[in-house]
């Protein structure tokens, strides 16, 4: 497996620090506002890269943090008259309810910096004792000039750092790229004590500190947006290493911006679509969709065409396992579809091993849906043959978390469709397979009676309980969960 390391620039052989064990740390967001759909790009991403490592047999541990402390949170709770701490528990809930919505896995740890003040002034002191760190009547400052390999992660020259760089004023800073570990002053609702007195702690400072006290001085993969590889992630970097002798993380991935007409999806630009409004009109598994279509470190430019042409992508796979569910054939011949399964397992495993590639790993899955669909069109594989097939084809999304939608929909589907099974005098059955299978001959048969309104009576029912049923010439030979 080979994952491009933005601290190198190249692609590199992925050899975590403990054998099998992996310690991930993702950025989290800082909960001011409600989340976009920038943020949900990724945090799938993340969730997918986790997922894969899952499914190699890796044992993960992810910790993804929430900047519940933060200039951003202070400023907008004072414009809206209610403490900080409530306004950011306000939005970490509703996110952590949107990742879930999303398919997004909740973290194996989810620190927030208000329950992390000891580590964090533990690693404040270490630097200070280890000569990195000094006070001002502002606040305590990291000496970016202490630390020689300071922008060796965004590979950007010293004047390109001071440009990017937080501006953070105080005339007693040595150097304008020195950022704040420590900010003095009084905040309602945001003020600690501390051996240098009452505040709160700087941006960088939280992650470090979180990602160290929980994961080690070493962690395996940083991931985040690629808009906090500076200054965010360049200071983390120069924090943790003055302060431990150690590399910070081994891997450091990023993802690619989502934009809207070219430039990128912001709260403070103002051109944003939250992930509450996203899932309301396109639903989670099209978003996942889109998101998958693109490689993890791509930019995505937005538009409800791509949208849509990633949920009908996803209803052609979802078509292809609704089809092999209602197959039946006496065909003994096979060997073909078999091939086609082994070859799309090892082009999707080819592809996820090389830096995690979705859209190759999705021209795989579309490739076996298609052949899949065929044979059940034209009858030409055995049943078994066929639903060998589809299981590896689910198994697969799963990886990806776009298995149909069953789990969640069944129970109600299920008794939905009994009820519909006692409409139309259709003996019990066991299984909702059995039900719908049952269905769908009674809808065929009512068709080739022409008694169309039968039909579409069973069709319309069946519609309203979540199944949509999909017609051929030669009749309904397949259905999905809508």
């Known amino acids: ?33 409600q989340s976009h759909l920038g943020h949900a790009r990724t945090f ?29 949170i202070i400023n907008r709770a004072k414009e809206r008259k209610v403490p900080p701490a409530a306004l950011s528990e306000k939005y970490t809930h509703q996110f952590e309810k949107e990742c879930l919505e999303l398919g997004v896995m909740e973290p194996d740890i989810a620190p927030r910096v208000s329950g992390s003040i000891p580590p964090i002034l533990s690693l404040i002191q270490k630097l200070e004792k280890k000569g990195f760190a000094y006070k001002t009547s502002t606040g305590v400052y990291f000496d970016v000039a202490k630390f020689p390999e300071y922008g060796k992660l965004s590979h950007q020259t010293s004047e390109k750092l001071k ?126 969709a889109l998101f998958l279509l693109s490689h993890y470190s791509s930019p995505i430019d937005f538009s409800e065409d791509a949208v849509k042409a990633a949920g009908s992508a996803l209803a052609s796979l979802h078509g292809a396992l609704s089809a092999s569910r209602t197959y039946s054939s006496k065909a003994s011949r096979g060997g073909s579809l078999a091939a086609a399964v082994s ?97 769908i001959d009674a809808r065929n048969g009512a068709r080739k009676k022409k008694d169309f309104a039968a039909s579409d009576a069973i069709r319309s029912a069946l519609a309203n309980a979540g199944i949509l049923l999909e017609d051929r010439k030669d009749g309904t030979t397949g259905w999905r969960f809508t």
């Not at 799938?44 to 993804?64: A, E, M, N, P």
């Not at 084809?393 to 939608?405: D, G, I, T």
Request: glycine share 8%; with cysteine.
């Open 163 to 288: 440009a990017g760089a937080r501006v953070e004023v105080d005339e007693e800073k040595k150097n304008p790229q020195d950022f704040a570990l420590w900010k003095l002053g009084e905040e309602a609702g945001a003020t600690f004590s501390s051996p240098w007195g009452n505040g709160r702690p700087g941006w960088h400072i939280e992650c470090s500190a979180m990602a160290t006290s929980l994961l080690g001085d070493t962690i395996d993969i940083h991931g985040a947006g690629r808009d906090l590889i500076f200054p965010h992630h360049e200071n983390e970097i120069a924090q943790s290493e003055a302060a431990t002798g150690k590399p910070f993380a081994r891997y450091f991935m990023h993802t690619g911006f989502f934009t809207i007409d070219g430039e990128k999806m912001a709260k403070s630009l103002g051109n944003f679509i939250t992930i509450e409004d996203g899932l309301k009109k396109y639903g989670a598994q099209p978003l996942r």
């Open 343 to 439: 070859e799309a397992e090892r082009e999707f495993i080819a592809a996820m091993d090389d830096d995690f590639d979705t859209p190759a790993a999705m021209a795989a899955l579309f490739s076996l849906a298609k052949k899949i669909s065929g044979a059940c069109s034209e009858g030409s594989a055995s049943e078994a043959e066929v639903k060998s097939a589809a299981a590896v084809l689910e198994k697969l999304l799963a990886v990806f978390n776009l298995a149909p939608a069953a789990a969640g929909k069944a129970p109600d589907t299920a008794s939905a469709v009994e009820k519909i099974c006692k409409e139309f005098g259709i003996p019990p059955a066991s299984s909702l397979e059995e039900k719908v299978a049952a269905l």
């Open 44 to 72: 799938v991403s993340f969730d997918v890269i986790r997922r894969y490592l899952l499914f190699k047999g890796y044992d993960v541990k992810f910790v993804q943090n929430v900047t519940d402390i933060d200039d951003k």
């Open 1 to 33: 497996m080979k994952i491009q390391n933005t601290l190198s620039g190249e692609k590199e052989e992925f050899t975590p620090l403990h054998g099998r064990k992996v310690n991930m740390y993702v950025c989290g967001v800082t909960p001011y506002d």
